[in-house]
Nanobody, 113 residues
Framework: HVQLVESGGGSVQAGGSLKLSCVAS???????VGWFRQTPGKEREAVAR????????FVRGFVKDRFSISRDDTMNTVDLQMNSLKSEDTALYYC????????WGQGTQVTVS
């Protein structure tokens, strides 16, 4: 059972940047990986995903040109680089594994003021 641990969240001013990292407890090279986020009172929403090998990535329109996802399968890590942050990006960010998002980390809080 793979475990995911996120880090890198924090508080930042609007316009700033953060890089979230997710470390998996074992090899995830054969899995789709992604990031979701959730704010209180709202459903979780997908933010970005990367296929196996990372050659194909996708980010949602509301973070397009600001966020990017990358993976390093030699380190079992998945990163989310977030630039030009806005207050509406404030959320708990989760790393997920699999096409059906079967495995989730515990989340890391991002607060943009």
């Amino acid at each position: 059972h793979v475990q995911l641990v996120e880090s890198g969240g924090g508080s930042v001013q609007a316009g700033g940047s953060l890089k979230l990292s997710c470390v998996a407890s074992e090899d995830i090279s054969t899995f789709f990986v992604g990031w979701f986020r959730q704010t209180p009172g709202k459903e979780r929403e997908a933010v970005a995903r990367a296929c196996q090998t990372g050659r194909s990535t996708f980010v949602r329109g509301f973070v397009k040109d600001r966020f990017s996802i990358s993976r390093d399968d030699t380190m079992n890590t998945v990163d989310l680089q977030m630039n030009s942050l806005k207050s509406e990006d404030t959320a708990l960010y989760y790393c997920v594994l699999g096409v059906s998002a079967n495995t989730w980390g515990q989340g890391t809080q991002v607060t943009v003021s």
